[in-house]
C-alpha cells in the first residue's frame, strides 16, 4: 500500500515534547513502514521521523496552536503533495472537508478530539466523503450518530519505555496545566495521603500561563515538586520511579495516552473513571479508579498491584504494533470494499462491552468499532 499521512501544522512529528496526536503519527508512520509499506508524510518541515516527506511544508508554529488560518493553509499545501498513494489518513479536522483533495484517493481521518456537538456536525458531514476512526468507545457515545468505520485505542512502542522500579517513594503527574487535567485535585489528593508529588507540565498557552499563576502556584508546598515540561526520557524515568502515576481528569478525555505510557513504564494508574479511562485502566489490576473522595486511601493502596500486570496490558492491548495492525486492517478493508460513507456499521453498533471501574461490565450504546 502507498499511505499519506498528514498531521496538523503546529507541533513536530515525533513532538520534541508535548504533543499526543504527534507522537501517535510517528508512530504510525514508522509501524507503516516496518509494515513493508510506503508512507508519504505531510507534517511541519522541523520534523524528524524518518520516513519520506511532503516538500514545501512550513516550520512548526506552535504559536498559532489551533488556529484555522495555519490549519487550512497546511491542508491545502499537504493534499498538493499527496501524489501516486492509495489512501490518505488525514490526522487535521479540515482535510477531508477540504474541497480540493484528490476525489479518486479514499480518506480516512481520525477524531483526536471530543465530540461536542459543534465536532459533531463536522464530522457527520466528514463522514459522507471518508472513513472516520474514533479512538474509544466512550467518545463515540457523545455522538452516536457520527458514522464511525471502526475503533482504535491508541498503541505505544514498548521497546522505546524503560520499567521502572516505583521505588521512588512519590506519585507523580504528567499532563497541561489546566482545571481539565485535574493537577488541582491531584495536589489535593497526594496531599491527603501524604505522599509526595512530582508534576510535569506543559504551560505556554496564555490560558495554561494564567492557570498556573492564579490558581495552581498558590496551592504549591513543600509536598510538590514543580518540574514544568520535561523530555521524553524525563518522563519515563519520572513515571518508572512513582507508586503511582495520579489522573483524576475531570473531563470525558477522548483517549489518555499517558495512561499507557504510565502502565509501560510498570506504575499504576489512579484516577477518576472519566472518559476513556475505564477502557485503559482495569480497576484493582493496573490501578484504580474512582471518586475523589475515595482516591487518597486507594492511593495508599497501590502496592498491592502488580507492576508487571501493568506493562503486560499494554503489551497484550495497546502496543503500536495492535495500533499499526488495526489501522492497515481497515485500510485494506476500504481500499478492497470501497468506502460506505453516511451510517455507522451496523454490525459495530451495540456489539462491544465497556467496563466500569469495579469491572462490570457496561453497555456501551453508541456505534463502535471492534
Known sequence: MRIGLIAGPWIPVPPPSYGGTERVVDSLARGFAAAGHEVLLAVPSDSECPVPRVSG??????AELGSTLSELSHVIRAYQGM?????????????????????????????????????ADIYRAVGRTASIIAISRDQVTHAPDVPIARVIHHGLDLSTVPTGTGKGGYACFVGRVC???????????????????RIAAKMREPDELRFYREVVKP??????????????????????????????????????????????????????????????????????????AELPALLLGVASLSREACRASVAERFSSARMVADHLELFASVLEQGQSFGVPDPGAVHENQMR??????VENRGPAGI
Not at 511544508?57 to 506552535?62: A, D, K, L, N, Q
Not at 515540561?229 to 502515576?245: P, R, S
Not at 478525555?253 to 472519566?274: D, H, N, Q
Open 219 to 292: 496551592l504549591l508546598g513543600p509536598n510538590e515538586d514543580f518540574m514544568g515540561e520535561i523530555t521524553d526520557d524525563e518522563k519515563y524515568a519520572l513515571m518508572g520511579n512513582a507508586v503511582a502515576f495520579l489522573n483524576p481528569i475531570q473531563w470525558p478525555e477522548p483517549f489518555g495516552l499517558v495512561m499507557i505510557e504510565s502502565l509501560a513504564t510498570g506504575t499504576p494508574v489512579v484516577g477518576t473513571p472519566v472518559g476513556s479511562a475505564p477502557e485503559v485502566v482495569d480497576h484493582g489490576v493496573t490501578g484504580f479508579l474512582a471518586s475523589l
Open 57 to 62: 511544508m512550513r516550520v512548526s508554529e506552535p
Open 179 to 197: 482545571p481539565d487535567k485535574g493537577l488541582v485535585e491531584a495536589i489535593a489528593i497526594a496531599r491527603k495521603a501524604e505522599i509526595p508529588l
Open 83 to 119: 501524489r501516486g498513494v492509495d489512501l490518505i489518513h488525514d490526522h487535521t479536522m479540515a482535510g477531508p472537508l477540504y474541497a480540493h483533495r484528490p476525489s479518486s484517493v479514499p480518506v480516512v481521518t481520525t477524531i483526536h478530539g471530543r465530540l461536542t456537538p459543534a465536532a
Open 356 to 361: 466500569d471501574p469495579l469491572g462490570r461490565g
